[in-house]
Structures are given as C-alpha cells and as structure tokens.
C-alpha cells in the first residue's frame, strides 16, 4: 500500500496548521514501520506561517521535519506576502506554485487532505 501523503495549507490561521503539523505527527507515529513521504504544500497567506515570526510553530514543526516531514511552500505567495527564503524555517523547500505542486503530488499517487 502507498502510504505517501501531502497536507494543504492555504489560510493564514495558526489554529489550522497547528492541527496539520499534529496530523503529521500523529501520520508519522502511526506508521512507524512504513516507508513513505509525507509533503506539507504552503501556498496564499498560510506562507506568512512558516516564518521565524512564528516560533511555537516552528518549534512543533522542526522535529516533524527531523522525521521526514518536507514543506514546500509556494514562491508565488512568498512573493505576495514580500517574503524571501530568508524568512522562513530552516529546511523548507520552495516550489514555483504551489497548486502545481499538489497537483504533481497527486499524479504521483499521494493521498490529499486539507484540514
């Protein structure tokens, strides 16, 4: 079985990628034999999330990032919101678009969930 998942996040609220980053935690202790990939994709205004501005998220994100967790995070919204690599925690990933992202995951055969 294809275990492989991707986690959408595209609202600026605290509240919403808090329970995804506890999604992944939860997806990650529950499969602690299985290979898999499991791809957070940050797209619109969740992007201002993932920045050093927000140190509770990142401190629950980074070991989830140790374990495997891969966020990928869209230029376009970075560009929107005037945020640069910089910004962000240390390990994510830029894409070019996010939707096309997510899109190419799912071709790929990930399962898709948005909290």
Request: aromatic share 6%; proline share 7%.
């Amino acid at each position: 079985m294809n275990y492989n998942l991707c986690l959408h996040c595209d609202l600026n609220d605290p509240a919403l990628l808090a329970l995804a980053l506890k999604n992944a935690r939860n997806y990650q202790n529950a499969l602690p034999d299985q290979s898999f990939e499991l791809i957070m994709v940050g797209n619109g205004p969740a992007v201002t999330l993932f920045t050093n501005a927000q140190p509770a998220l990142r401190e629950t994100a980074l070991p989830l990032m140790e374990k495997g967790l891969k966020i990928r995070l869209c230029r376009n919204a970075l560009n929107d919101n005037n945020l640069t690599e910089a910004d962000l925690w240390p390990g994510i990933e830029v894409v070019p678009a996010g939707l096309v992202e997510i899109v190419r995951l799912q071709e790929a055969g990930f399962a898709y969930i948005k909290p």
